[in-house]
């Protein structure tokens, strides 16, 4: 996709349906004011922005967690329903496998959507930096027997934020690794 196409989607759909739906979903609390926050089009449009955590006051505003948690119903087929969550399924995966480019993993990529935008200030001399965010769906490769020891399917949701444009090229393979580092870690503990 793109950043006009994004905004006729927001637009048509509208600010108040998109968080309401959000709320009602529990991706967003009001009452905290964490997890995801969607009042900006991507092109310009009117804005209704609040406090962030790592960028001040923000119309498009995520937490990792709430990322994660979407990503995880969108697999599980609960993302709305399972007629829904398979039309989100196939969008995320036609972002293609574009972090197995930074080496061999033991997950393919089902699915991606990726954010590239920078932080305040926006407006130039002074702009802030671009930063790169993600939410991933993965597929573990292999390991059946310990997949199966604790009930698990292989199929992961993964999220990361704000990873700056100037160390894209050390810091994806770097959350490449750590991605597997923490679950091979986990499929290998020694049951208590």
Do not use: H
């Not at 393919?108 to 920078?118: F, L, S, T, W």
């Not at 930063?131 to 993964?158: H, I, P, Q």
């Not at 990873?163 to 750590?178: E, H, Q």
């Amino acid at each position: 996709s793109n950043n006009s196409s994004a905004a006729k989607c927001i637009r048509r759909l509208g600010y108040a349906y998109i968080n309401v739906a959000l709320m009602r979903g529990t991706f967003f609390d009001d009452a905290t004011i964490n997890g995801i926050w969607l009042a900006g089009d991507y092109a310009g449009g009117a804005r209704v922005e609040i406090p962030s955590l790592n960028d001040g006051d923000a119309a498009q505003v995520v937490s990792a967690k709430a990322v994660a948690r979407l990503f995880s119903a969108i697999r599980l087929g609960s993302a709305i329903d399972a007629a829904a969550s398979a039309g989100m399924r196939a969008l995320l995966a036609e972002a293609g496998d574009w972090i197995g480019s930074f080496g061999e993993r033991r997950y393919r990529i089902a699915g991606a959507k990726v954010g590239v935008a920078n932080l305040k200030p926006n407006e130039p001399p002074n702009k802030g930096s671009d930063v790169y965010s993600e939410g991933l769906l993965l597929r573990w490769k292999g390991d059946a027997a310990k997949l199966a020891r604790f009930g698990l399917t292989g199929d992961l949701a993964a999220c990361w934020q704000n990873l700056r444009r100037s160390a894209f090229g050390t810091g994806v393979p770097a959350i490449a690794g750590m991605i597997e580092q923490a679950f091979s870690g986990f499929l290998d503990q020694t049951p208590v």
